[in-house]
């Protein structure tokens, strides 16, 4: 860029907005971009404070902030995210435009936050989000950059593709088995049910029933069977998770045959949260926690289920930085740092 007095400016084109307060004390744009200086404006840029104007340089290799945002949004998202066409001030906005979780390629993201003048702010990953909630905010620093910068940033985003994506819930076919003598008796009023059947429709559940079992491993594995042969998906077990001798319910996943990816995670309320593969449907031991408090490590794991994310004993292993919720008067999650991890 090259810098003009404004009385030397006439007849050149800006290269960056000005902004100005009017006359009712509002701040805004008052020069386009591309704007051609006139005689007439010179009273009105002097009244804003500029006594110097910029225009562009002849082969000054250098990229206006708007043209290498847009540069890097184009590439950057993924899936189901969208941004604003025209940046203001070198900003873009990017929002989800389903339901679903928010996946960063973090080793991309950082690698992009390192190349000179990009900046890419966005809220954690694995964040369940709603259709047009802002995830990530992009900004050039300076009014310009150089263009090898723009190509190194948007390299990074091609190469390591999609940095930034939106999954959405699938209707996973879900099946819910209660157990408990007491409940099954009647004896004791099922708190459950109502509880899970909330959680559930959050993510568009196909619900194919709750089935109540007494505390017989046979009757729970016949529920977990029935569940299996309908086709579900997901089938999650309640009750019976703490470490008394009678507990049955982790001895009846086991017992299925399916793949334990573990049993109690480093998160508090649920620690007692257990999850495993048996082929193509995912069995979850639901902590007792759930029924009072409203979040859990239960909530944590159910939108990477839906979103048909697998998690594996590393990343469990990672959700203890962060896995202690204060159980806040009014709870905001996921607007916290509860179960973010490392």
């Not at 941004?83 to 435009?97: D, H, Q, R, V």
């Not at 996946?103 to 259709?131: E, G, M």
Request: with cysteine.
């Amino acid at each position: 860029m090259k810098k003009l007095k404004v009385e030397q400016a006439v007849g050149q084109a800006l290269c960056h907005d000005l902004t100005g307060v009017d006359e009712h004390g509002v701040k805004g744009v008052m020069f386009q971009r591309g704007h051609i200086v006139t005689a007439s404006d010179i009273p009105t840029l002097l009244k804003i404070g500029k006594s110097h104007i910029f225009i562009w340089e002849a082969d000054a290799d250098e990229v206006h902030e708007d043209d290498a945002a847009c540069a890097l949004a184009e590439v950057i998202v993924g899936d189901n995210l969208t941004f604003n066409a025209k940046p203001s001030e070198g900003k873009i906005t990017i929002k989800a435009e389903v339901d679903g979780l928010f996946v960063i390629n973090r080793d991309a993201l950082r690698a992009i936050n390192s190349v000179d003048d990009y900046t890419a702010a966005c809220i954690p990953s694995l964040t369940p989000v709603n259709k047009g909630q802002k995830v990530c905010g992009l900004r050039i620093v300076p009014l310009v950059t150089k263009q090898q910068n723009v190509d190194k940033a948007v390299g990074i985003a091609k190469e390591n593709a999609p940095v930034l994506s939106v999954l959405p819930y699938k209707p996973l076919k879900t099946g819910v088995v209660i157990t408990g003598s007491e409940v099954f008796l009647g004896r004791v009023e099922d708190r459950f049910e109502p509880v899970l059947t909330k959680k559930l429709a959050r993510y568009g559940a196909n619900m194919l029933g709750f089935t109540k079992c007494p505390d017989e491993l046979d009757k729970i594995q016949d529920a977990i069977q029935a569940f299996i042969q309908k086709g579900a998906e997901l089938i999650l077990l309640t009750g019976g998770m703490s470490v008394d001798p009678d507990d049955l319910t982790p001895t009846a996943i086991r017992q299925t045959g399916a793949d334990i990816v573990m049993q109690g995670v480093p998160v508090q309320p649920g620690n007692m949260l257990m999850l495993g593969y048996l082929g193509g449907t995912a069995l979850v031991g639901v902590p007792g926690a759930s029924m009072s408090s409203p979040t859990t490590s239960l909530d944590l794991f159910l939108p990477r289920i839906f979103a048909g994310q697998t998690a594996s004993p590393d990343d469990i292993a990672g959700l203890g930085e962060g896995g202690l919720c204060m159980n806040c008067d009014v709870c905001r999650y996921p607007i916290c740092y509860f179960g973010r991890g490392r």
